[in-house]
């Protein structure tokens, strides 16, 4: 089973600032993707950020980046000129669909303070 | 427009009780999935449909029973409930369920069970 860790429970970061949040997974498969998503107080999950495992550039979305380090199964996300909006918990998950089978796991999550 | 669209937003019962919680999707995805967020915020799969036919069957107590009366809808029947089902229930829709297709999951607003 594959697991994903993400171990910062709890971050801050002043405002125009930059933040990264880490994540980690475990899985010996070779194809499979990965996300950030963020979840701000209204509990809404918003996809922030997507990356194939295929591909060695790295994603960007305006203000957020990956730092996809495959050989490591690292994922960390990069968020620049911090906004109050920001705040919010992110989750890493990791996606893969294999023949007969589809398997999805979410981190913990990291709670994100922006701070004014 | 709601995209993905849950009701009810909150819904406090008694233990012992059976309840549903209703999903639709305005998106023409075809591929549908109900998530569990508990106190912890650890979020975790726990059914999904595609074209009504159930894809991901997590280990979940057979109290749950999601229904499929169409690919628009996907809604989530508890039998019997306990306090440990109190938690943030979130549906989710994609068109298909690969990734690696451009799968994205679109995620509803999430609907609050608290248990008594």
């Known amino acids: 089973a594959q697991t994903v860790t993400q171990s910062q429970p709890e971050m801050s970061v002043q405002e125009a600032e930059t933040v990264t949040l880490s994540c980690t997974y475990d899985?010996?498969?070779?194809?499979?993707?990965l996300f950030w998503y963020k979840q701000p107080p209204s509990r809404q999950m918003i996809l922030v950020i997507r990356?194939?495992?295929?591909?060695?550039q790295n994603a960007t979305e305006n203000r957020f980046s990956v730092n996809f380090q495959k050989a490591a199964k690292s994922f960390s996300l990069k968020i620049s000129d911090s906004q109050l909006g920001d705040t919010a918990m992110y989750f890493c998950?990791?996606?893969?669909?294999?023949?007969?089978?589809?398997?999805?796991?979410f981190g913990k999550g990291t709670k994100l303070s922006v701070i004014p | 427009d709601t995209a993905v669209s849950q009701t009810p937003k909150y819904l406090v019962t008694q233990m012992g009780n059976d309840k549903s919680i209703k999903c639709e999707q305005n998106?023409?995805?075809?591929?549908m999935y109900w998530y569990k967020q508990d106190s912890k915020k650890f979020l975790k799969i726990m059914f999904s449909?595609?074209?009504?036919?159930?894809?991901i069957n997590e280990t979940v107590p057979n109290r749950f029973s999601p229904k499929s009366p169409d690919k628009a809808h996907l809604n989530l029947h508890i039998n019997s409930l306990e306090l440990g089902d109190s938690a943030v229930y979130f549906c989710?829709?994609?068109?298909?369920?690969?990734?690696?297709?451009?799968?994205?999951?679109?995620f509803g607003p999430g609907t609050r069970l608290t248990v008594t």
């Open positions: 899985t010996s498969e070779n194809n499979y993707y």
């Open positions: 990356q194939e495992a295929y591909k060695q």
């Open positions: 449909y595609n074209n009504k036919e159930l894809i």
């Open positions: 989710a829709s994609s068109q298909g369920w690969d990734p690696g297709q451009g799968a994205q999951q679109y």
């Open positions: 998950a990791f996606i893969r669909r294999g023949a007969g089978s589809y398997q999805l796991t």
């Open positions: 998106l023409g995805h075809d591929t």
